[in-house]
């Protein structure tokens, strides 16, 4: 996907690599627990500092999904959001793909950064996307 001119709607929740997109999850090294996000204070053991950024969330299955109608200023009705159970064992809000191919609860989804969100200024915004993920049987 070409996102040249697309500016990231959160700053610090995702990032590219080699292997594509994934989300910031923060690894505790004291208790070896799992965040989403780098946060300063281990939400497990409540240590400071602890946290260790770590791709998360490459792939995943769909919890649950539905379409949003009555879209809040800087979305475009309609869009479909959802639960994604990722690999790495968090759930996490995501948009999710739409239309005729889109992927149902139970379904291996992969994730994108697409277009979600349009800024006040007009500026074309980037997101976590879920779609299906190639070769899962449906
Ligand atoms: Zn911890």
């Known amino acids: 996907m070409a996102e040249g001119t697309l500016v990231p709607a959160w700053e610090g929740l995702w990032d590219e690599d080699d292997e594509g997109a994934y989300l910031v999850g923060g690894r505790c090294g004291a208790c070896g627990g799992l965040a989403l996000g780098l946060r300063p204070i281990c939400p497990h053991c409540h240590r400071e500092g602890t946290l260790v950024a770590e791709a ?26 959802g639960y994604v159970d990722i690999g790495e064992g968090l759930r996490v809000f995501a948009h999710v793909q739409a239309g005729q191919d ?37």
């Open 56 to 81: 998360v969330g490459r792939r995943g299955c769909l919890y649950s999904a539905t379409v949003i109608h009555q879209a809040p200023p800087g979305f475009e009705a309609p869009y479909r959001v």
């Open 102 to 138: 889109a992927p149902g609860a139970g379904n291996a989804v992969a994730l994108h950064i697409a277009a979600v969100k349009t800024a006040p200024d007009g500026q074309a915004q980037s997101g976590p996307f879920y779609a299906a993920a190639e070769g899962d049987a449906k």
